[in-house]
């Protein structure tokens, strides 16, 4: 496998600032167990632009500030529970299980995947649909409704004209990099939210094409009946020494075995050849897709006339040769099989409160540095009396924004499993010398993470005191919840031994 032409997207476009919130966060999170967090120790973090999870500027009067943390809900979870029940009300086909397709001597079975649900997908299915072809759709399940992705309920109208919806982790996470019980939580959760929506998710795609024996055992264990890889089947860029073409009988069918995905330097005659390459024998042929240019023109993206062009050589060619357009669920056939849960998170349990074990970053494992506005903010690590490990963080040339250290915004690796409904008691130690508070996030069912409430400012002080606040009860729905001291303007901050306890429940928890 090719590991520089796999499927890798890109935001085309900074994001407004919740939905920027939520996807950096996952992929800040992904990058720290990747060991490339985002180092900010040395040179500082520069304001400007949304970076990570910040509590937003404009928000600022109303959730915090000053005042006493306002339990609304964050605009970006308002915004998802509205689109979520529109889509309620489109019903989608229910797979019911089905053998494998029948084999037919020297025929070339095509099945056309898009990846990662960008907006542009959709534009994809309609051009499929005009050649009479259906394709299957790897979506992940936590970016449906963000800006430049698919809607639901666009996944649910291209569901229902018969296209497959197939899952590709919640937060095309890079599985590899990801401890086993966090990569398992990425495919089951994305599996029960599509199967939560209405969809019948039998197929999955790794994302980045990243996978291992493991990853492919977490696959089979969600449910999924198939796996798709890339770059295993030959073409000019990619494994000459590959073969033409994966088998209807797939040796692995959590590898399955796919040319690498079409960029924007394929050219019609190559989208051909990858059919034709099954040659007499024929074989099964799965082309990945990203977005659609002109909606998407990264590298990873097709010209909308391209492919165009090519679906309707394509649904030719299933009339004058011995070529079918099938989606992936089609050609594997299976059970539907119910889902599964991913391993359960540890309840109420700060991972590394102490801040004494560091990942291999050389920050905190389990926590990342997050800042957003115009401020540069600079983490370090310090000792303090008996050589305990504290956090650092200096701010200056503040103009709006903040700063702080938080735990790592996951499926509960990090971040723990917490009950909706509930108070919690929030603590740290800290020491500052500008006006800090604590800010609170958490996560939704389908494991999305929004912004929710500050508490007032806490007192200046030189020496490390305790600080503690306790928050509204959580909103419904909400599975977890991670917070942080945020420094607010120019000045220091230091913070250690972090904790927090369910007040309904009366219990100390968490604690070193
Ligand atoms: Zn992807």
Sequence with gaps: MDLERVDAPQPKRPLPWATATMLLAFVLALTVWASQAISVAAQGVTGGSATVAGTPAGWKGSWGGGTEGVPVEAPSAVAAKAAREKAAGIKVPVYRGAEPMTQVEGQTVV????????????????????????????????????????????????????????????????????????????????????????????????????????????????????????????????????????????????????????????????????????????????????????????????????????????????????????TVQQVIGGPNRPTVSGPAAKLNTIANPGLQKLGDSGIPACWNRAAYGSNTAAFSQVKGAGGNIRSKLVVSDYQDGDAKLLPVQDLGECAPAVKAGHSYSLRAWYSATADVQFAVYYRDGTGSWHYWASSGYLPRSSDLIPAAWTTPPLPEGATSLVFGLALLGNGELVTDDYGMYDTNEAQLLAVD
């Design 111 to 326: 099945s056309i995947t898009f990846d990662d649900g960008w907006a542009g997908a959709r534009r994809g299915a309609e051009i499929l649909d005009a050649a009479g072809l259906k394709g299957t759709f790897y979506v992940n399940s936590g970016t449906l409704d963000a800006p430049g992705y698919l809607s639901l309920v666009q996944a649910k109208e291209m569901a229902k004209a018969g296209h497959e919806i197939g899952g590709h982790t919640v937060s095309h996470a890079r599985l590899s990099g990801l401890p086993a019980d966090e990569a398992a939580r990425q495919i089951c959760q994305d599996r029960e939210n599509l199967a939560g929506w209405g969809f019948s998710p039998t197929s999955f795609a790794y994302p980045f094409a990243d996978t291992n024996a493991s990853m492919e055992k977490a696959a089979k264990d969600c449910g999924y009946n198939s796996a798709r890889n890339l770059g295993d089947v030959q073409n000019r860029f990619v494994c000459g020494n590959c073969g033409n073409a994966e088998s209807l009988r797939p040796e692995n069918p959590y590898e399955l075995k796919a040319p690498s995905q079409v960029e924007s330097d394929w050219t019609l005659k190559d989208l051909q050849e990858a059919v034709t390459a099954a040659g007499p024998d024929g074989g099964w042929v799965i082309l990945t897709f990203h977005g659609i240019c002109p909606l998407e023109c990264k590298i990873i993206d097709v010209e909308e006339s391209l492919f165009a062009e090519f679906t309707q050589w394509l649904a030719e060619r299933t009339t004058t040769d011995n070529v079918v357009v099938r």
